[in-house]
């Protein structure tokens, strides 16, 4: 069975954005990893934009579709649930370091500035974590929402930065940012 022109075209993208991220990928180099001439491209997707929103939309729904279920599971503390999200995190930012440095990144883009399609993809898989982690947060504290935004912020950061300084120290990462969140007000409750 031969793979089709799209298939290789977006296991080839995969590749590259992941390896070099959004800005820094270039069509020749998604091309050049197919095996197949730039022009091919264009005919399945107009623009990297395109190309890159289908590529972190397909990576975001599977990670976002086990966020979820963490999240919506009754029988589980909080802090469980941002143990069981930090695992996940940890293994998305470590396959996907250079699209999860983007995610984290963009949306922080001055908001008058246009966006492409690309860029909210990002935007979304941002905006997406950060609900979920509110409502974790919000799930057993009364703090005021402008302090639990400074914990998902926080969270977010100490994941990122973390996850990328230690990439193979996975197990101790987890237990850093726990020790984080058990010292985050009512959170350890």
């Given at each position: 069975m031969s793979v089709s022109y799209q298939q290789r075209i977006l296991a080839a993208a995969n590749k590259i954005f992941v390896e070099n991220g959004y800005r820094q990928a270039d069509m020749r180099s998604i091309a050049k990893e197919a095996g197949i001439a730039v022009g091919t491209i264009y005919n399945y997707y107009p623009n990297k934009a395109v190309l890159y929103q289908a590529?972190?939309?397909?990576?975001?729904?599977?990670f976002?579709?086990?966020?979820?279920?963490?999240?919506?599971?009754?029988?589980?503390?909080?802090?469980?649930?941002?143990q069981r999200i930090t695992e996940h995190l940890f293994s998305f930012v470590a396959h996907h370091m250079s699209m999860w440095r983007e995610i984290i990144n963009d949306p922080q883009r001055d908001e008058f500035q246009l966006l492409d399609?690309?860029?909210?993809?990002q935007q979304k898989a941002h905006n997406q974590l950060k609900e979920h982690l509110r409502r974790v947060f919000n799930e057993?504290?009364?703090?005021?929402?402008?302090?639990?935004?400074?914990?998902?912020?926080a969270y977010m950061a100490a994941v990122t930065h973390i996850g990328m300084l230690f990439p193979a120290e996975t197990e101790q990462n987890i237990n850093y940012i726990m020790s984080l969140i058990d010292n985050m007000p009512r959170l350890s409750k």
């Open positions: 590529i972190l939309n397909q990576q975001w729904e599977e976002d579709r086990r966020i979820h279920q963490v999240v919506n599971d009754l029988s589980s503390s909080a802090r469980e649930k941002l399609e690309g860029h909210k993809a057993h504290t009364s703090e005021p929402s402008w302090i639990v935004e400074r914990h998902i912020l």
